[in-house]
Protein backbone atom coordinates (compact mmCIF):
# COMPACT_ATOMS: atom_id res chain seq x y z
CA UNK A 1 0.00 0.00 0.00
CA UNK A 2 0.78 3.33 -0.41
CA UNK A 3 0.14 6.03 2.11
CA UNK A 4 -0.62 9.99 1.22
CA UNK A 5 -0.63 12.61 3.64
CA UNK A 6 -1.65 15.84 1.82
CA UNK A 7 -0.54 17.93 5.43
CA UNK A 8 2.44 15.84 6.04
CA UNK A 9 4.07 18.35 8.83
CA UNK A 10 7.03 16.80 10.62
CA UNK A 11 6.40 13.71 8.84
CA UNK A 12 4.87 11.27 11.68
CA UNK A 13 2.55 9.28 9.30
CA UNK A 14 5.36 8.69 6.51
CA UNK A 15 8.23 7.68 9.05
CA UNK A 16 5.60 4.99 10.56
CA UNK A 17 4.60 4.05 6.75
CA UNK A 18 8.16 3.37 6.24
CA UNK A 19 8.82 1.78 9.16
CA UNK A 20 5.59 -0.62 8.33
CA UNK A 21 7.42 -0.92 4.83
CA UNK A 22 4.63 1.10 3.27
CA UNK A 23 5.44 3.82 0.30
CA UNK A 24 4.69 7.27 1.56
CA UNK A 25 3.69 10.23 -0.60
CA UNK A 26 4.36 13.54 2.24
CA UNK A 27 3.48 16.71 0.87
CA UNK A 28 3.45 19.92 2.74
CA UNK A 29 3.80 23.73 1.83
CA UNK A 30 6.55 24.33 4.45
CA UNK A 31 10.04 23.66 3.29
CA UNK A 32 11.86 23.81 6.26
CA UNK A 33 8.59 21.00 7.14
CA UNK A 34 9.60 18.79 4.47
CA UNK A 35 13.16 19.02 5.47
CA UNK A 36 12.31 17.91 9.05
CA UNK A 37 10.26 14.71 7.64
CA UNK A 38 13.09 13.95 5.08
CA UNK A 39 15.37 13.68 8.01
CA UNK A 40 12.91 12.28 10.51
CA UNK A 41 12.72 9.50 8.06
CA UNK A 42 16.15 8.55 7.57
CA UNK A 43 17.58 9.20 10.81
CA UNK A 44 18.60 5.57 12.44
CA UNK A 45 17.57 7.05 16.08
CA UNK A 46 13.98 8.26 14.58
CA UNK A 47 13.35 5.18 13.05
CA UNK A 48 14.53 3.26 16.34
CA UNK A 49 11.82 5.08 18.11
CA UNK A 50 8.97 4.67 15.76
CA UNK A 51 10.04 0.64 16.13
CA UNK A 52 9.83 1.12 19.78
CA UNK A 53 13.17 -0.73 19.77
CA UNK A 54 16.58 0.33 20.93
CA UNK A 55 18.63 2.91 19.03
CA UNK A 56 21.52 1.08 17.58
CA UNK A 57 25.42 2.37 18.40
CA UNK A 58 26.67 5.09 15.39
CA UNK A 59 29.95 3.12 13.63
CA UNK A 60 32.05 5.42 12.03
CA UNK A 61 33.96 3.49 8.98
CA UNK A 62 37.52 3.58 9.69
CA UNK A 63 37.13 3.79 13.34
CA UNK A 64 38.95 1.46 15.96
CA UNK A 65 38.09 0.12 18.79
CA UNK A 66 39.88 2.01 21.88
CA UNK A 67 40.15 -1.44 23.14
CA UNK A 68 40.74 -3.24 20.28
CA UNK A 69 44.06 -6.04 20.71
CA UNK A 70 44.13 -5.36 24.22
CA UNK A 71 44.48 -9.12 26.37
CA UNK A 72 42.63 -9.32 29.32
Known sequence: ????????GTGTTALVADVLG??????????D???LAEWRT???GE????MQV???EP??????????GLSA
Open 47 to 50: RARA
Open 1 to 8: GVVLDPFG
Open 33 to 35: YCR
Open 42 to 44: TDL
Open 22 to 31: RDAIHVDLSA
Open 59 to 68: VIDGQMDLLE
Open 54 to 56: EKP
